[in-house]
């Protein structure tokens, strides 16, 4: 889908309208992913996320991006990986991606980067976390037009790889 592309690289760094925070439940910062946004954000995003009110599994909320080259940051909690998915936990996945997605739209944003949600310390396997994704991603922009692109930037070269594979094959 030519609204889908993969980067491998740093998140905190990209000049889009969003990136997504792949963030805990208290929003309040954390490791991997979340720590990297929040330190590249500046304190102005603690102190925003402090009046928030956490977010739970699942769904989304949205903040300025304060010191970042995004305009924006959607905040979203991926499930946490058990020995094997069950639908809960893909349904959860599948709610980040949707939800941040629908977030996007009601603020007008045209261009979103996300992270391999819910891959780092919550464990999803890659392989199976990616599907999820884009699947998502798909199915959203083919009835959501607005949305001119859509970045999964990864960390690694093997994980961009596995998308890039996935990606190969819709």
Same mark, same amino acid.
């Given at each position: 889908m030519e609204k889908i592309e993969t980067q491998q690289g740093d998140i905190t760094r990209l000049g889009v309208d969003a990136i997504v925070n792949a963030a805990n439940t208290s %929003? %309040?910062?954390?490791?991997?992913?979340?720590?990297a946004i929040h330190r590249a954000a500046g304190p102005e995003l603690l102190a925003k996320c402090r009046t928030l009110g956490g977010c739970p599994t699942g769904e989304a909320r949205i903040t300025g991006g304060y010191n970042l080259a995004a305009r924006y940051i959607i905040h979203t909690?991926? @499930?946490?990986?058990? !020995?094997? !998915? $069950?639908? /809960?936990v893909r349904q %959860? %996945? /599948?709610g980040c991606y949707r939800n941040s997605l629908m977030l996007a739209i009601e603020h007008n944003l045209?261009?979103?980067?996300? @992270?391999a949600i819910s891959c780092g310390v919550y464990g999803y396997p890659?392989? !199976?976390?990616?599907?999820v994704a884009i699947d998502t991603a798909c199915d959203f922009l083919k009835k $959501?037009? /607005?949305?001119?692109?859509v970045i999964f930037i990864l960390f690694s070269p093997q994980d961009k790889k596995v998308y890039d594979d996935y990606l190969s094959k819709i």
């Open positions: %929003l %309040l910062g954390g490791g991997g992913v979340d720590g909690v991926g @499930p946490v990986y058990r !020995a094997k !998915a $069950n639908d /809960t %959860l %996945l /599948t045209k261009t979103i980067a996300f @992270p890659i392989e !199976a976390a990616c599907k $959501n037009k /607005t949305i001119e692109k």
